[in-house]
């Protein structure tokens, strides 16, 4: 259902990280070049100026619930309708699922929020919602920090 070229870990020392000229999982020639981070096209202040900001500083398409709780949703292309990617624990998790929607998305033009998302997250088996959150899902587990090193 699911295809991924590298074996998830966040440790980056145990992977290679090397993104001069690797094949992603999305079928793209990805260079150091060519992917487009969320740090490099820095994110517009909201309108909002009466409420508290809830948008994470960082991390595109990712969102605070509860001051414990961070979630993730996406709208589709040229549609009104958002894809609801879910509720994680932590910021990076939730980060990851937007990489894995955009990339399904938007494909080489997506805004990532990690270099490494176009090759080390799973692709879905459609561009269907359900198979975008069930990849998201999949792709923000690998990432669910260790509870051993508390």
């Known amino acids: 259902m699911f295809t991924t070229n590298n074996s998830f870990s966040s440790n980056p020392s145990t992977s290679d990280t090397s993104l001069s000229n ?4 999305y079928g793209m020639s ?21 409420f508290k900001e809830t948008r994470h500083p ?3 398409g990712v969102r605070t619930r509860n001051l414990d709780k961070w979630v993730c949703e996406m709208r589709e292309p040229n549609k009104k309708t958002k894809i609801w990617l879910g509720t994680f624990p ?3 998790m939730a980060a990851r699922a937007h990489d894995v ?3 399904a998305l938007r494909g080489r033009y997506a805004c990532l929020n ?24 999949l792709a923000a587990e690998a990432f669910r920090p260790d509870k051993t090193l508390k």
């Open 22 to 25: 690797s094949e992603g999982s």
């Open 30 to 50: 990805v260079t150091n070049d060519e992917v487009r981070l969320a740090v490099s096209t820095p994110k517009k202040r909201a309108g909002r100026k009466k």
């Open 58 to 60: 960082v991390y595109r």
């Open 90 to 92: 932590t910021a990076e």
């Open 101 to 103: 929607a955009s990339m």
């Open 114 to 137: 990690f270099a490494d998302s176009a090759w080390r997250l799973p692709k879905p088996a459609t561009t269907q919602a359900k198979d975008i959150q069930k990849a998201a899902v």
